[in-house]
């Protein structure tokens, strides 16, 4: 067969082409509406019946199971769903993701979308170059519905030929007339061809083409489709490998759901096939079978140039041919439907068979990946953002937010540790406290870098400019709460100096330090209550501001009889100097505080 590499490079140019398109669209879609994908997931209930309608909508919204699938494991990863969520949610999608072949199937055989793909990037322009990010998302998702079609064109064009190479053909006849053998076969095509492109939308197209050109039967066509979901999995289970127990389970979840699925629908294979080609029948669309045996019926009359010509066009001119062709052509329409027939009631059985079993999966799931002993907190650092799971970066900040809920609960205890130390006797209680704190505050540095580096990886994505400013403001955040512990640490490191100083505070200057904490209390637990939140006003602005001015308030009035008492001499000068320093980092402290609350609720993010 004359196949050059030029023409390979061509065939995965055009698959590229495909898988572009599919992430352009996708993307822009998650920028137009992924704050409300975002609040749709995150308010997901124990109801598995919503879960999996809830993954139907998100995957027919952003063509992607595995978008859908990485977002699900993420959320596991976050805390915001349950295992058994998760399973349904996945569940849903793997009906979803569907669409992507009926759409194939309606506008990429029945008619030439190449002659409007062009026109819709003409007129996608303007709104690329759009000042309102909302037009320039629209601009995006159709440049990539466009592309995506563009693509499909290319693919079709640049397939090998196999009608003009026999021996070809007659190699893969060989290897479809083996009963369950060739449907192992093509299965195992189907799942190794899903894992290297990645995308089962993607090798559904391609599985599409072949069998609408008759290369293959429908039957080694429908196991292809089989394989494919399995090998779709592949993209989820890769992301959790650096996620938390759940995520992992998550991402076992779907993996098993889809296995399960496929042993059952082998063992019901030809009985199956029977009653999609009954219901395409039924609907009028015709037997998907028909164009397989008719290409088989042409080839024993015609030779390999003259059916390459049919199939082609190229003889239209001649009625005889023209019939022939229009005949293909109907049959290929039949058959690309008859797949997507297949792939949309396999999934919607396998969900209505396997929504029952959900804690089945559950405990499955508990069972292959236990829980890791010891330690509560699997990570001292990051526990809900994994760096393996950027491709929906628009819907990942929602980990971000739940990581920050984190950082700043975590530094909220340093103080109660700072305030236990304040009054601490024992030497060893004491150092083993202050040890606790350096811990806490080296904690503190790295998380502040690590959610650093999963915001600027995010920033390097796709994101509207309302999730970019989302990162920017974040990123400030952090910076903040990084400070908060630093101050924590330094009033520790105060303290520390005056019981080494052989220093000891009176019961008055005491309960003024703690009036102090009390202060900071109620600033950091009002951040912490902000920082809950998903909107923000100026209200939530104007308690921080008040608690800030009290805190200063009462550092000038403590700074103002710190020199009257010492003038009084009812403490010596180091002891003053010990003491005023752990009053100033409180209001350092206070001011960090409030830093962050103006961050969030200034830009109203």
Same mark, same amino acid.
Request: net charge neutral; aromatic share 10%; charged share 20%.
């Given at each position: 067969?004359?196949?050059?590499?030029?023409?390979?490079?061509?065939?995965?140019?055009?698959?590229?082409?495909?898988?572009?398109?599919?992430?352009?669209?996708?993307?822009?879609?998650?920028?137009?509406?992924?704050?409300?994908?975002?609040?749709?997931?995150?308010?997901?209930?124990?109801?598995?019946?919503?879960?999996?309608?809830?993954?139907?909508?998100?995957?027919?919204?952003?063509?992607?199971?595995?978008?859908?699938?990485?977002?699900?494991?993420?959320?596991?990863?976050?805390?915001?769903?349950?295992?058994?969520?998760?399973?349904?949610?996945?569940?849903?999608?793997?009906?979803?993701?569907?669409?992507?072949?009926?759409?194939?199937?309606?506008?990429?055989?029945?008619?030439?979308?190449?002659?409007?793909?062009?026109?819709?990037?003409?007129?996608?322009?303007?709104?690329?170059?759009?000042?309102?990010?909302?037009?320039?998302?629209?601009?995006?998702?159709?440049?990539?519905?466009?592309?995506?079609?563009?693509?499909?064109?290319?693919?079709?064009?640049?397939?090998?030929?196999?009608?003009?190479?026999?021996?070809?053909?007659?190699?893969?006849?060989?290897?479809?007339?083996?009963?369950?053998?060739?449907?192992?076969?093509?299965?195992?095509?189907?799942?190794?061809?899903?894992?290297?492109?990645?995308?089962?939308?993607?090798?559904?197209?391609?599985?599409?083409?072949?069998?609408?050109?008759?290369?293959?039967?429908?039957?080694?066509?429908?196991?292809?489709?089989?394989?494919?979901?399995?090998?779709?999995?592949?993209?989820?289970?890769?992301?959790?490998?650096?996620?938390?127990?759940?995520?992992?389970?998550?991402?076992?979840?779907?993996?098993?759901?889809?296995?399960?699925?496929?042993?059952?629908?082998?063992?019901?294979?030809?009985?199956?096939?029977?009653?999609?080609?009954?219901?395409?029948?039924?609907?009028?669309?015709?037997?998907?079978?028909?164009?397989?045996?008719?290409?088989?019926?042409?080839?024993?009359?015609?030779?390999?140039?003259?059916?390459?010509?049919?199939?082609?066009?190229?003889?239209?001119?001649?009625?005889?041919?023209?019939?022939?062709?229009?005949? +293909?052509?109907?049959? *290929?329409?039949?058959? @690309?439907? &008859?797949? /997507?027939? !297949?792939?949309?009631?396999?999934? =919607?059985?396998?969900?209505?068979?396997?929504?029952?079993?959900?804690?089945?999966?559950?405990?499955?799931?508990?069972?292959?990946?236990?829980?890791?002993?010891?330690?509560?907190?699997?990570?001292?650092?990051?526990?809900?953002?994994?760096?393996?799971?950027?491709?929906?970066?628009?819907?990942?900040?929602?980990?971000?937010?739940?990581?920050?809920?984190?950082?700043?609960?975590?530094?909220?205890?340093?103080?109660?540790?700072?305030?236990?130390?304040?009054?601490?006797?024992?030497?060893?209680?004491?150092?083993?406290?202050?040890?606790?704190?350096?811990?806490?505050?080296?904690?503190?540095?790295?998380?502040?870098?690590?959610?650093?580096?999963?915001?600027?990886?995010?920033?390097?994505?796709?994101?509207?400019?309302?999730?970019?400013?989302?990162?920017?403001?974040? +990123?400030?955040?952090? *910076?903040?709460?990084? @400070?908060? &512990?630093? /101050?924590? !640490?330094?009033?520790?490191?105060? =303290?520390?100096?005056?019981?080494?100083?052989?220093?000891?505070?009176?019961?008055?200057?005491?309960?003024?330090?703690?009036?102090?904490?009390?202060?900071?209390?109620?600033?950091?637990?009002?951040?912490?209550?902000?920082?809950?939140?998903?909107?923000?006003?100026?209200?939530?602005?104007?308690?921080?501001?008040?608690?800030?001015?009290?805190?200063?308030?009462?550092?000038?009035?403590?700074?103002?009889?710190?020199?009257?008492?010492?003038?009084?001499?009812?403490?010596?000068?180091?002891?003053?100097?010990?003491?005023?320093?752990?009053?100033?980092?409180?209001?350092?402290?206070?001011?960090?505080?409030?830093?962050?609350?103006?961050?969030?609720?200034?830009?109203?993010?």
């Amino acid at each position: 067969m004359e196949y050059s590499f030029l023409d390979l490079l061509t065939l995965v140019g055009s698959l590229g082409v495909f898988l572009y398109g599919m992430k352009i669209m996708s993307e822009g879609l998650q920028k137009i509406a992924g704050e409300r994908m975002r609040t749709i997931l995150s308010v997901m209930t124990s109801n598995r019946f919503l879960g999996v309608f809830t993954g139907i909508l998100i995957t027919a919204l952003i063509q992607s199971s595995s978008a859908t699938t990485l977002m699900v494991v993420s959320f596991v990863n976050a805390g915001l769903l349950s295992l058994a969520q998760s399973i349904s949610v996945i569940m849903g999608a793997n009906v979803g993701t569907t669409v992507t072949a009926w759409i194939i199937s309606l506008f990429g055989f029945k008619v030439d979308i190449g002659t409007f793909a062009l026109p819709l990037v003409a007129f996608c322009i303007p709104l690329l170059f759009s000042k309102k990010s909302t037009w320039k998302n629209w601009g995006e998702f159709i440049m990539g519905f466009s592309l995506l079609f563009l693509g499909l064109g290319f693919l079709k064009d640049s397939m090998p030929d196999l009608q003009s190479n026999p021996q070809i053909l007659a190699f893969l006849q060989d290897y479809t007339n083996m009963g369950y053998g060739s449907v192992f076969l093509f299965l195992m095509i189907g799942t190794i061809m899903t894992i290297v492109v990645q995308s089962s939308s993607a090798t559904v197209a391609i599985t599409l083409i072949m069998c609408s050109k008759g290369w293959i039967p429908f039957e080694m066509a429908t196991a292809m489709v089989l394989g494919e979901n399995i090998g779709t999995t592949i993209t989820a289970n890769l992301a959790a490998l650096g996620a938390n127990t759940n995520a992992k389970r998550a991402a076992l979840a779907h993996l098993l759901f889809n296995i399960f699925g496929v042993i059952w629908v082998l063992i019901l294979f030809y009985p199956f096939n029977s009653m999609i080609v009954h219901i395409s029948e039924y609907f009028g669309q015709g037997d998907p079978n028909a164009l397989f045996k008719e290409v088989g019926r042409l080839s024993q009359h015609y030779d390999a140039d003259t059916m390459s010509k049919i199939v082609s066009g190229a003889l239209n001119s001649q009625p005889q041919f023209a019939a022939i062709n229009a005949q +293909l052509t109907s049959l *290929s329409v039949v058959v @690309s439907m &008859g797949l /997507a027939l !297949f792939h949309t009631m396999f999934n =919607i059985c396998n969900v209505l068979v396997m929504i029952w079993f959900v804690k089945f999966y559950v405990m499955i799931c508990n069972k292959l990946i236990p829980a890791k002993k010891g330690s509560k907190d699997e990570d001292p650092h990051l526990q809900f953002v994994s760096f393996g799971m950027l491709s929906t970066s628009e819907l990942n900040l929602l980990q971000v937010r739940q990581e920050v809920r984190t950082y700043g609960v975590r530094v909220a205890r340093m103080l109660s540790m700072d305030e236990q130390l304040l009054v601490e006797k024992n030497k060893e209680q004491f150092t083993s406290v202050f040890n606790r704190i350096e811990k806490y505050e080296n904690i503190c540095d790295r998380m502040e870098v690590e959610i650093a580096k999963y915001l600027n990886k995010l920033s390097e994505g796709r994101l509207s400019s309302e999730a970019k400013e989302e990162v920017r403001v974040y +990123l400030r955040v952090i *910076s903040e709460i990084e @400070s908060i &512990g630093d /101050a924590c !640490f330094n009033i520790a490191r105060g =303290i520390r100096r005056r019981n080494e100083g052989k220093s000891v505070f009176s019961k008055e200057l005491n309960d003024q330090i703690k009036a102090m904490f009390a202060l900071c209390y109620r600033a950091i637990d009002r951040m912490n209550e902000v920082l809950e939140l998903n909107e923000f006003s100026t209200e939530d602005a104007r308690i921080s501001y008040d608690i800030e001015n009290e805190i200063n308030n009462l550092r000038d009035r403590l700074k103002l009889k710190n020199m009257e008492d010492m003038q009084n001499k009812l403490y010596e000068y180091q002891d003053a100097v010990y003491y005023m320093d752990i009053v100033d980092e409180c209001e350092k402290f206070g001011d960090y505080v409030l830093n962050v609350v103006q961050a969030l609720v200034e830009k109203k993010i």
